[in-house]
């Protein structure tokens, strides 16, 4: 049997169910032509389509969702986002192609914050920073070469010590960190169910509508959902890792599953466990490392774990974030979860994304990591940009780089276990 085309989640997103509940917009239904489709309404989608309605305000645009805004993983990230670009692995040949992407990333950075300011979007956007720590020697040798790029390319930081690591955030596991001054945390879930909330009215969005099949009808498209289908000129996909089960990019991007838990709220007795800063936020030296959060006065986020193509079982996420946290903070082993979800992510051979048009007609942004709030964001206003013949051509590609090929099945599922249970072994305590 061929697989799902869109994400189809067995677990609710924590930070959507924060929230006060939500009206989706309605399914599509009936057949519709337009002039634009966007499938996918994450950052990148939800960007795009803006975009595409600045530049070309008489187009009707349609954008198509398979869940709901605040399901997707545009809402199920850890919040994090910045202007600035510090690679996690930097060396000082990475440094200048950090200072062109963080060119880029500020242009995008300025222009969300615009619309949210605009539309009166909240959504807990903070500038509180983050801390790059690292718990083992290699994570700190490698951290160190990370502060080099940072000073070269004048990112505001502070480097911090063991003691100074636990003074914020309450736990002793940390050797080494960089404080990087100019990171915001936010609500994820806020915030792209604002921006979809706030999209002009000539974008329809469709929620609960997966795109199942696209074809070819003379040199327009028909993208087919259960409800309908929509005709029209232009495609932008925009789902990421998931373009590869409509057809296109296969030997591009693989999907990736990642996990996250908030606590329950901690009680005042074991507040000051949780650090003497009121809000803070780490993010691991290893690529298989664990990002955590304050949430709040009282909550802590814990994300990591990574799973090829398919969802980890809920009582195993379950069982690995907590061993994540209880190493952190074992004054809390009596603490639970009360959310605890899985998101997707892309995973490209090089890391960078496949962003461009495919073929007359057809263009596609995916391949999106991580940083995709302010990634996604650039890419998707930068892809209607390219649509609409308006910047420098081939500034992307120059910039962000094209994800190279990888292997098909079985020898894609195969090369990701290896690697994974390499880079676990070297992760060690990072995780
Ligand atoms: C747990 C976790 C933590 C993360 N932490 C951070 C962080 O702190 N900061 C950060 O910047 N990034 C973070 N990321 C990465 C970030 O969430 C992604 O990079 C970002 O969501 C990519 O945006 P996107 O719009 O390209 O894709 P998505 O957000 O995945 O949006 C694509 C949308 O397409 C929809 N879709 C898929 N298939 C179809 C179809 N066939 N038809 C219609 N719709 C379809 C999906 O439902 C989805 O809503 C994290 C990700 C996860 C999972």
């Given at each position: 049997m061929s697989k799902l085309t869109y994400p189809n989640y067995t677990?609710?997103?924590?930070?959507?169910?924060?929230?006060?509940?939500?009206?989706?917009?309605?399914?599509?239904?009936?057949?519709?032509?337009?002039?634009?489709?966007?499938v996918g309404?994450?950052?990148?989608?939800?960007?795009?389509?803006?975009?595409?309605?600045?530049?070309?305000?008489?187009?009707?645009?349609?954008?198509?969702e398979a869940t709901?805004?605040?399901e997707g993983s545009?809402?199920?990230?850890?919040?994090?986002?910045?202007?600035?670009?510090?690679?996690?692995?930097?060396?000082?040949?990475?440094?200048?192609?950090?200072?062109?992407?963080?060119?880029?990333?500020?242009?995008?950075?300025?222009?969300?914050?615009?619309?949210?300011?605009?539309?009166?979007?909240?959504?807990?956007?903070?500038?509180?920073?983050?801390?790059?720590?690292?718990?083992?020697?290699?994570?700190?040798?490698?951290?160190?070469?990370?502060?080099?790029?940072?000073?070269?390319?004048?990112?505001?930081?502070?480097?911090?010590?063991?003691?100074?690591?636990?003074?914020?955030?309450?736990?002793?596991?940390?050797?080494?960190?960089?404080?990087?001054?100019?990171?915001?945390?936010?609500?994820?879930?806020?915030?792209?169910?604002?921006?979809?909330?706030?999209?002009?009215?000539?974008?329809?969005?469709?929620?609960n509508s997966p795109v199942r099949e696209m074809?070819?009808?003379?040199?327009?498209?028909?993208?087919v959902t259960e409800?309908?289908?929509?005709?029209?000129?232009?495609?932008?996909?925009?789902n990421n890792g998931f373009i590869p089960r409509l057809g296109?990019?296969?030997?591009?991007?693989a999907t990736?599953f990642?996990?996250?838990?908030?606590?329950?709220?901690?009680?005042?007795?074991?507040?000051?466990?949780?650090?003497?800063?009121?809000?803070?936020?780490?993010?691991?030296?290893?690529?298989?490392?664990?990002?955590?959060?304050?949430?709040?006065?009282?909550?802590?986020?814990?994300?990591?774990?990574?799973?090829?193509d398919q969802e980890?079982?809920?009582?195993?996420?379950?069982?690995?974030?907590?061993?994540?946290?209880?190493?952190?903070?074992?004054?809390?082993?009596?603490?639970?979860?009360?959310?605890?979800?899985g998101?997707t992510?892309?995973?490209?051979?090089?890391?960078?994304?496949?962003?461009?048009?495919?073929?007359?007609?057809?263009?596609?942004?995916?391949?999106?990591?991580?940083?995709?709030?302010?990634?996604?964001?650039?890419?998707?206003?930068?892809?209607?940009?390219?649509?609409?013949?308006?910047?420098?051509?081939?500034?992307?590609?120059?910039?962000?780089?094209?994800?190279?090929?990888?292997?098909?099945?079985?020898?894609?599922?195969?090369?990701?276990?290896?690697?994974?249970?390499?880079?676990?072994?070297?992760?060690?305590?990072?995780?």
């Amino acid at each position: 049997m061929s697989k799902l085309t869109y994400p189809n989640y067995t677990n609710h997103c924590g930070w959507n169910a924060m929230l006060p509940a939500r009206t989706p917009q309605a399914p599509l239904s009936g057949d519709i032509t337009v002039d634009y489709a966007v499938v996918g309404a994450g950052y990148t989608g939800v960007a795009a389509a803006r975009r595409l309605h600045e530049l070309d305000p008489q187009a009707q645009i349609v954008l198509l969702e398979a869940t709901t805004v605040g399901e997707g993983s545009s809402a199920r990230n850890s919040g994090f986002t910045a202007p600035d670009v510090l690679p996690r692995t930097a060396s000082m040949e990475m440094a200048e192609k950090a200072r062109n992407q963080t060119r880029l990333f500020t242009e995008a950075f300025d222009w969300l914050t615009g619309i949210l300011r605009d539309n009166d979007i909240s959504c807990d956007m903070q500038k509180v920073g983050s801390i790059r720590t690292a718990a083992t020697e290699a994570g700190e040798a490698s951290l160190r070469k990370v502060a080099d790029v940072a000073r070269a390319n004048d990112l505001p930081h502070t480097i911090l010590n063991r003691a100074d690591i636990r003074e914020r955030i309450g736990a002793d596991y940390y050797r080494y960190g960089i404080y990087l001054h100019d990171t915001w945390l936010l609500q994820p879930a806020a915030l792209i169910r604002g921006l979809a909330d706030a999209l002009p009215g000539d974008v329809t969005l469709h929620e609960n509508s997966p795109v199942r099949e696209m074809r070819r009808e003379g040199s327009d498209w028909r993208l087919v959902t259960e409800g309908g289908s929509v005709r029209c000129r232009t495609v932008v996909l925009a789902n990421n890792g998931f373009i590869p089960r409509l057809g296109f990019l296969k030997s591009r991007m693989a999907t990736i599953f990642t996990y996250a838990a908030v606590t329950e709220a901690v009680k005042e007795s074991d507040i000051g466990y949780l650090g003497q800063s009121p809000a803070w936020g780490v993010l691991p030296s290893h690529r298989l490392g664990t990002t955590l959060r304050r949430i709040g006065r009282d909550r802590l986020m814990v994300r990591s774990l990574y799973a090829h193509d398919q969802e980890i079982a809920q009582a195993t996420a379950v069982r690995e974030l907590r061993d994540r946290f209880h190493r952190r903070w074992p004054g809390l082993r009596h603490v639970d979860f009360e959310f605890v979800w899985g998101g997707t992510t892309a995973f490209t051979m090089n890391g960078a994304p496949w962003w461009g048009k495919i073929e007359d007609g057809l263009y596609a942004s995916g391949g999106c990591n991580g940083s995709g709030i302010a990634k996604g964001t650039m890419l998707g206003r930068k892809l209607a940009d390219l649509i609409r013949g308006v910047g420098t051509p081939g500034e992307v590609e120059a910039v962000m780089g094209a994800a190279s090929w990888i292997a098909p099945e079985p020898f894609r599922s195969i090369g990701f276990q290896i690697i994974s249970a390499l880079e676990s072994r070297k992760a060690g305590l990072e995780a």
